[in-house]
Each structure stands twice: as C-alpha cells, then as structure tokens.
C-alpha cells in the first residue's frame, strides 16, 4: 500500500510542481543528493524517529525515485498532444534525472549490504540471484538513460542516436519490474504481507502501462495510416489499398 500512496503523492507534487522544476532543475537534483547523502552518511539514529523511518521506503527500498520512473513512462504512454501530455512532457528528462540521483541511494545502500554476502556466499536461492543480476544491467541502463537525458548531452549527440539509446527504456521498464518483484518473491511467498502488496501494485502499474503503451502505439498507427491517405493525391488510392 505503501508504494501505491507513494505514487500518488509524487504524480500530485511533479504535476504541482512543474514550473519550478522546469525553471530550476538543479534545485531538484541538489535535493535528491541530499536525501541520498543523508541515507548513506548519516547514522539513521541520528536522524529524527520519523525522518529514518521515511528514508527507509522512500529512498533506500527507492520508492519515490520508482514512483519517478513510473510518470516517466506513463508521460510516453499519454495520447499525444492531450492536457497531460502537454503539462507532463517539458519535464519528463528532468523528473527522469531526480529518479536517477535518488536511486544511487538504494543502489549503493543495498550493495553495501549484498556485496560481501554475495562474495561470501551466503545468499540462498535462485530468485535473489536473478534478482541482483537483473540489477546489475537495470543499474548500467539507469546510468545511460540518466546521463542521456541531460540537456547538454542529448544536444550532443546525433538526434538519430540519441532516439535509438532513450529506446532502451522499454528493457529498462522490464527489468525494473523483473528485479522488483524477483526481490520481492522470498519474502511474499513466506507470507510477508507488505512485500505481497508491494509485488501486487508493481504488477497493477506495470500492466497499467503496458496497455497504455499499446494503446498509444496503436492510435500512433491509425493516425499516420490516416495521415497517409489524407496526403496521397486521388490517383495513388488503389496503392493504399482504398
Ligand atoms: C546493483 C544494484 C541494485 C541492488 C544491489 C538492488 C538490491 C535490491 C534489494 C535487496 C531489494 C529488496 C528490498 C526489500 O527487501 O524490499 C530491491 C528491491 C527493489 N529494487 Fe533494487 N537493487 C539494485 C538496483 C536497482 C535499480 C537500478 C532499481 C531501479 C531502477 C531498483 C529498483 C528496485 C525496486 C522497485 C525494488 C522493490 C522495493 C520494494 O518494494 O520493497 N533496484 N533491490
């Protein structure tokens, strides 16, 4: 339930906050750094009660930066030109960018811990391994995608280029899914109710997205076939198969 809440609140805050972000991104990404920072360096109890048992889900089991990557994609998804699209899109690199920061957290926190188990061995079951390898190309198209949604970057490199890398995020979209729930699975098959309500609304949003992206492929198609025939004089109709 938590990530499903979580989602929500980040979808009302990036929308409520589309112009500061589109003015000063680097507010956004001094302050993912921060709350990264704060998990990795300071003692947890340190922190307030509350402030550590918030870090905890929303940037070390990295659900606002998922909740992130979960807008990044619907954004593609949206019919085009629609209001949603028209307020959401101009941000898209930039919201992509605070998920990329705010995940270095999870990834460098669970690492610490994963690295020396796995190096020792002491990791059980086939699940967890599947897990932690899928992580390893999600964290390398993480970076890529993150580094190539910069300004400066996508300016300079080739736009074809450019359109062929950002693809990438459809492999990226599976393996996020594919990590989480491979994750998730030990805990929720021995009966872990939060890990089974994770894996449900990962599944739910998931699903979501891939009719939506099927969808939006779909009216992509009938428009440009529309296009296509409008644009083709009387004589070529037979060619179109009128
Ligand atoms: C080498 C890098 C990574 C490691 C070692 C790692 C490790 C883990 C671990 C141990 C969990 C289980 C946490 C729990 O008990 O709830 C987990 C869950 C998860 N990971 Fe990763 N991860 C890595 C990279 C990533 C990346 C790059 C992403 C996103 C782009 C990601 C997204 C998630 C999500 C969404 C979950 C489910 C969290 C939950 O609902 O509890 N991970 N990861």
Not at 4 to 26: H, K
Not at 149 to 175: E, H
Not at 211 to 239: I, Y
């Amino acid at each position: 339930m938590l990530f499903a809440l979580t989602l929500a609140v980040t979808i009302a805050l990036s929308a409520a906050l589309r112009e500061p972000l589109r003015r000063w991104p680097w507010a956004f990404y001094a302050l993912a750094a921060a709350a990264v920072l704060v998990l990795l360096a300071v003692p947890q109890q340190a922190l307030p009660k509350e402030a550590s048992l918030a870090m905890l889900p929303l940037v070390k089991k990295g659900y606002v930066a998922t909740a992130l990557f979960v807008i990044v994609m619907f954004v593609g998804a949206l019919p085009r030109g629609g209001r949603a699209d028209r307020w959401m899109r101009p941000v898209r690199a930039q919201l992509s960018i605070v998920a990329c920061i705010l995940i270095a957290g999870h990834v460098i926190g669970y690492l610490a811990s994963y690295l020396p188990r796995l190096t020792s061995g002491a990791i059980s079951g086939t699940a967890v391994y599947l897990g932690l390898a899928a992580a390893v190309v999600l964290t390398a198209l993480t970076a890529v995608l993150g580094v190539t949604s910069l300004q400066r970057v996508k300016r300079a490199m080739a736009p074809g280029t450019w359109k062929r890398v950002q693809r990438l995020a459809y492999l990226f979209t599976a393996l996020l899914y594919v990590h989480a729930l491979l994750m998730l699975l030990p805990p929720a098959l021995s009966g872990g109710a939060a890990a089974q309500e994770s894996a449900a609304a990962y599944t739910a949003v998931f699903a979501a997205y891939l009719v939506a992206r099927l969808a939006r492929a779909w009216a992509d198609r009938s428009r440009d076939a529309r296009t296509a025939e409008e644009a083709a004089p009387d004589g070529d109709a037979q060619a179109l198969g009128a």
